[in-house]
Protein backbone atom coordinates (compact mmCIF):
# COMPACT_ATOMS: atom_id res chain seq x y z
CA UNK A 1 0.00 0.00 0.00
CA UNK A 2 1.45 3.74 -0.94
CA UNK A 3 1.96 5.42 1.99
CA UNK A 4 3.91 7.99 3.92
CA UNK A 5 4.38 7.01 7.45
CA UNK A 6 5.46 9.04 10.57
CA UNK A 7 6.48 8.32 13.91
CA UNK A 8 5.88 8.67 17.02
CA UNK A 9 2.33 9.99 16.57
CA UNK A 10 2.17 11.52 19.64
CA UNK A 11 5.24 12.76 21.77
CA UNK A 12 4.76 14.41 24.89
CA UNK A 13 8.21 15.90 26.14
CA UNK A 14 10.56 17.97 28.21
CA UNK A 15 11.81 21.39 27.14
CA UNK A 16 15.63 20.86 25.75
CA UNK A 17 15.39 17.23 25.29
CA UNK A 18 16.68 16.26 21.91
CA UNK A 19 14.03 14.59 19.67
CA UNK A 20 13.35 13.16 16.16
CA UNK A 21 9.86 12.54 14.34
CA UNK A 22 10.84 9.70 11.76
CA UNK A 23 8.80 10.09 8.18
CA UNK A 24 9.12 7.58 5.43
CA UNK A 25 7.68 7.22 2.18
CA UNK A 26 6.96 3.80 -0.38
CA UNK A 27 6.29 5.48 -3.44
CA UNK A 28 9.43 6.38 -4.67
CA UNK A 29 8.90 10.13 -4.50
CA UNK A 30 11.59 12.95 -4.90
CA UNK A 31 9.76 16.03 -3.02
CA UNK A 32 9.13 15.93 0.66
CA UNK A 33 8.03 18.20 2.93
CA UNK A 34 7.26 18.77 6.34
CA UNK A 35 4.30 20.97 7.66
CA UNK A 36 2.88 22.05 11.20
CA UNK A 37 -0.51 22.74 11.89
CA UNK A 38 -1.81 25.56 14.94
CA UNK A 39 -5.16 26.68 15.27
CA UNK A 40 -5.61 30.00 13.98
CA UNK A 41 -2.39 29.86 11.83
CA UNK A 42 -3.38 26.75 9.65
CA UNK A 43 -0.78 24.75 7.90
CA UNK A 44 2.89 26.40 7.07
CA UNK A 45 5.86 24.63 5.54
CA UNK A 46 8.61 24.31 7.87
CA UNK A 47 11.45 22.65 5.66
CA UNK A 48 11.45 20.80 1.83
CA UNK A 49 13.50 18.31 -0.21
CA UNK A 50 13.53 18.15 -3.80
CA UNK A 51 16.15 15.00 -3.99
CA UNK A 52 18.21 12.95 -1.54
CA UNK A 53 21.37 15.33 0.34
CA UNK A 54 19.07 18.07 -1.10
CA UNK A 55 16.75 20.59 1.44
CA UNK A 56 15.68 24.19 2.31
CA UNK A 57 14.38 26.30 4.46
CA UNK A 58 10.28 26.65 4.41
CA UNK A 59 8.07 29.47 6.10
CA UNK A 60 9.03 28.49 9.55
CA UNK A 61 12.22 26.63 9.61
CA UNK A 62 13.33 28.16 13.15
CA UNK A 63 14.58 25.37 15.78
CA UNK A 64 14.01 22.49 13.37
CA UNK A 65 16.62 20.29 11.42
CA UNK A 66 15.87 17.67 8.65
CA UNK A 67 18.25 15.24 7.12
CA UNK A 68 17.85 13.80 3.59
CA UNK A 69 20.34 10.64 3.29
CA UNK A 70 18.08 8.63 1.57
CA UNK A 71 15.21 9.37 -0.62
CA UNK A 72 12.49 7.47 1.69
CA UNK A 73 13.25 9.13 4.21
CA UNK A 74 13.00 12.54 5.76
CA UNK A 75 13.50 13.20 9.63
CA UNK A 76 12.05 16.39 11.65
CA UNK A 77 14.72 17.28 14.62
CA UNK A 78 13.97 19.77 17.20
CA UNK A 79 17.62 19.81 18.92
CA UNK A 80 15.95 22.10 21.48
CA UNK A 81 12.31 21.65 22.01
CA UNK A 82 10.20 24.75 23.10
CA UNK A 83 6.87 25.08 24.22
CA UNK A 84 6.07 27.20 20.86
CA UNK A 85 7.12 23.94 18.88
CA UNK A 86 4.01 22.55 20.38
CA UNK A 87 1.99 21.62 17.06
CA UNK A 88 0.57 18.79 15.25
CA UNK A 89 3.10 17.65 12.59
CA UNK A 90 2.92 16.27 8.77
CA UNK A 91 5.48 15.12 6.88
CA UNK A 92 4.75 15.06 3.05
CA UNK A 93 5.78 13.70 0.03
CA UNK A 94 5.38 13.90 -4.13
CA UNK A 95 6.59 13.29 -7.52
CA UNK A 96 7.79 17.11 -7.89
CA UNK A 97 6.17 20.32 -7.90
CA UNK A 98 2.81 21.05 -8.80
CA UNK A 99 1.59 17.50 -8.26
CA UNK A 100 -0.22 16.69 -5.18
CA UNK A 101 1.26 15.90 -1.90
CA UNK A 102 0.34 12.69 0.17
CA UNK A 103 0.43 13.11 4.05
CA UNK A 104 1.81 11.03 7.07
CA UNK A 105 -0.85 10.58 9.56
CA UNK A 106 0.30 13.37 11.74
CA UNK A 107 2.53 13.48 14.78
CA UNK A 108 0.85 15.46 17.74
CA UNK A 109 3.95 16.64 19.68
CA UNK A 110 3.78 18.46 22.99
CA UNK A 111 6.95 20.60 24.94
CA UNK A 112 6.10 21.39 28.63
CA UNK B 1 1.41 37.44 -2.70
CA UNK B 2 -0.12 34.07 -2.98
CA UNK B 3 -2.88 33.40 -0.83
CA UNK B 4 -5.89 31.37 -0.38
CA UNK B 5 -9.34 32.47 1.44
CA UNK B 6 -12.08 30.29 2.87
CA UNK B 7 -14.39 32.77 4.08
CA UNK B 8 -16.83 30.17 5.41
CA UNK B 9 -15.19 29.00 8.69
CA UNK B 10 -18.15 26.66 9.83
CA UNK B 11 -21.28 25.11 7.98
CA UNK B 12 -23.38 22.90 9.23
CA UNK B 13 -26.24 21.24 7.05
CA UNK B 14 -28.32 18.31 7.65
CA UNK B 15 -27.99 15.13 5.60
CA UNK B 16 -28.89 14.92 1.82
CA UNK B 17 -28.64 18.66 1.56
CA UNK B 18 -26.19 19.79 -1.25
CA UNK B 19 -23.34 22.34 -0.05
CA UNK B 20 -20.62 24.47 -1.74
CA UNK B 21 -17.67 25.14 0.05
CA UNK B 22 -16.21 28.25 -1.42
CA UNK B 23 -12.16 29.19 -2.11
CA UNK B 24 -10.48 32.51 -3.55
CA UNK B 25 -6.83 32.60 -4.54
CA UNK B 26 -4.51 35.24 -5.56
CA UNK B 27 -1.23 34.65 -7.07
CA UNK B 28 1.07 36.30 -9.96
CA UNK B 29 1.99 33.36 -11.21
CA UNK B 30 0.15 32.32 -14.63
CA UNK B 31 1.03 28.38 -13.81
CA UNK B 32 -0.41 27.33 -10.49
CA UNK B 33 -1.79 24.60 -8.99
CA UNK B 34 -5.28 24.00 -7.04
CA UNK B 35 -6.06 21.36 -4.34
CA UNK B 36 -8.72 20.20 -2.18
CA UNK B 37 -7.86 17.84 0.86
CA UNK B 38 -10.40 16.69 3.60
CA UNK B 39 -9.30 16.33 6.95
CA UNK B 40 -11.52 14.20 9.14
CA UNK B 41 -11.90 14.19 12.81
CA UNK B 42 -9.44 11.27 12.88
CA UNK B 43 -6.68 14.32 11.95
CA UNK B 44 -5.05 13.01 8.49
CA UNK B 45 -5.26 14.89 5.51
CA UNK B 46 -6.73 13.18 2.69
CA UNK B 47 -5.74 14.45 -0.66
CA UNK B 48 -9.66 14.91 -3.17
CA UNK B 49 -8.55 16.66 -6.62
CA UNK B 50 -5.70 18.72 -8.45
CA UNK B 51 -6.22 21.22 -10.90
CA UNK B 52 -3.79 22.74 -13.00
CA UNK B 53 -4.34 26.75 -14.39
CA UNK B 54 -4.50 25.79 -17.73
CA UNK B 55 -7.60 23.09 -16.94
CA UNK B 56 -11.07 25.20 -16.36
CA UNK B 57 -13.28 22.03 -16.87
CA UNK B 58 -15.31 21.06 -14.02
CA UNK B 59 -14.98 17.75 -12.65
CA UNK B 60 -17.52 15.29 -10.92
CA UNK B 61 -16.56 12.23 -8.64
CA UNK B 62 -19.24 10.88 -7.16
CA UNK B 63 -21.17 13.17 -5.07
CA UNK B 64 -18.18 15.79 -4.98
CA UNK B 65 -17.99 18.25 -7.74
CA UNK B 66 -15.41 21.12 -8.37
CA UNK B 67 -15.85 24.36 -10.30
CA UNK B 68 -12.79 26.06 -11.39
CA UNK B 69 -12.93 29.84 -12.46
CA UNK B 70 -10.12 31.52 -13.72
CA UNK B 71 -11.81 35.13 -14.25
CA UNK B 72 -12.74 35.40 -10.59
CA UNK B 73 -9.96 33.41 -9.10
CA UNK B 74 -12.39 30.71 -6.97
CA UNK B 75 -12.17 27.08 -7.05
CA UNK B 76 -15.49 25.88 -5.53
CA UNK B 77 -15.90 22.48 -4.12
CA UNK B 78 -19.69 20.91 -4.15
CA UNK B 79 -21.26 18.11 -2.22
CA UNK B 80 -24.35 16.64 -3.52
CA UNK B 81 -26.62 15.15 -1.02
CA UNK B 82 -24.19 14.97 1.88
CA UNK B 83 -23.41 12.65 4.72
CA UNK B 84 -22.91 12.12 7.96
CA UNK B 85 -19.19 11.21 6.57
CA UNK B 86 -18.51 14.10 4.98
CA UNK B 87 -18.24 15.85 8.30
CA UNK B 88 -14.83 16.71 8.12
CA UNK B 89 -12.65 20.03 7.80
CA UNK B 90 -11.78 20.70 4.36
CA UNK B 91 -9.02 22.62 3.11
CA UNK B 92 -8.59 24.55 -0.57
CA UNK B 93 -4.67 24.92 -1.28
CA UNK B 94 -2.50 26.31 -3.87
CA UNK B 95 0.64 25.95 -5.15
CA UNK B 96 2.98 27.97 -7.71
CA UNK B 97 4.93 27.05 -10.31
CA UNK B 98 7.58 30.41 -10.09
CA UNK B 99 7.84 30.09 -5.97
CA UNK B 100 8.94 26.16 -6.18
CA UNK B 101 9.87 25.33 -2.48
CA UNK B 102 9.72 21.98 -3.26
CA UNK B 103 6.05 22.27 -4.62
CA UNK B 104 4.64 23.91 -1.18
CA UNK B 105 1.03 24.36 -0.63
CA UNK B 106 0.12 27.53 0.52
CA UNK B 107 -3.56 26.20 2.53
CA UNK B 108 -6.69 28.23 3.39
CA UNK B 109 -7.90 28.27 6.57
CA UNK B 110 -10.04 25.42 6.83
CA UNK B 111 -13.80 25.29 6.24
CA UNK B 112 -15.33 22.80 8.81
CA UNK B 113 -18.49 21.27 7.58
CA UNK B 114 -20.53 19.23 10.30
CA UNK B 115 -23.58 16.72 8.44
CA UNK B 116 -26.43 16.31 10.84
CA UNK B 117 -28.46 13.30 10.16
Known amino acids: EAQVTQNPRYLITVTGKKLTVTCSQN?????MSWYRQDPGLGLRQIYY???????DKGDVPEGYKVSRKEKRNFPLILESPSPNQTSLYFC???????????FGPGTRLTVT | AQKVTQAQTEISVVEKEDVTLDCVYE???????LFWYKQPPSGELVFLIR??????QNEISGRYSWNFQKSTSSFNFTITASQVVDSAVYFC??????????????FGQGTELSVKP
Open chain 1, 92 to 102: ASSTGSGYEQY
Open chain 1, 27 to 31: MNHEY
Open chain 1, 49 to 55: SMNVEVT
Open chain 2, 27 to 33: TRDTTYY
Open chain 2, 51 to 56: RNSFDE
Open chain 2, 93 to 106: ALSERGRNQGGKLI
